[in-house]
């Protein structure tokens, strides 16, 4: 197993915090954690979760992704683009919190849809709920058909 460097990971999470203008205890309570835990996590002590990772980033308005790189938990390399992406959505100032979350939802439901997150890749030929069912007739304008239930 590759060793995280964590080190790395507190030094950009005490620049983070303190570009907020944010003491250890006020970021500790705002993501949820205790301070001596948070603490540890800026020396290099602790490997932190991917979860608290994300309580952390939320607390700093910083995105979760960049952590997760920093903490070696998404290779840089490979998810490099779709890092990128969500932090420029998630920096957008004229989208609200609501709207940031509905569009990261989308653009990852795009990726699962081309085989980019994690699941394999959709069937283009056929779009959801188009299949072939018996009695259709083909090039028939009939759509999906419902029955009660």
Do not use: H, W
């Not at 995280?4 to 983070?16: A, I, P, T």
């Not at 998810?79 to 509905?102: F, G």
Request: glycine content about 10%; charged content about 30%; cysteine-free.
């Amino acid at each position: 197993m590759a060793s995280l460097n964590v080190g790395n990971l507190g030094e950009y999470l005490r620049e983070q915090r303190r570009n907020a203008q944010l003491s250890l205890r006020q970021l500790a309570d705002a993501a949820g954690v205790s301070n001596p835990y948070l603490s540890q996590i800026e020396r290099g002590l602790r490997k932190p979760s991917a979860e608290v990772l994300q309580q952390v980033a939320k607390a700093l308005r910083i995105s979760a992704e960049t952590l997760y790189v920093r903490a070696g938990i998404l290779d840089a390399e490979r998810d490099r683009d779709e890092v990128e992406t969500r932090a420029v959505i998630l920096a957008d100032p004229s989208l609200d919190e609501r709207q940031k979350q509905v569009l990261l939802q989308i653009y990852e439901s795009f990726r699962k849809e081309n085989g980019l997150g994690g699941e394999g890749p959709a069937r283009p030929e056929e779009p959801a709920g188009t299949e072939a069912r018996p009695g259709d007739t083909p090039g028939s304008d009939a759509g999906p058909r419902r029955t009660a239930g």
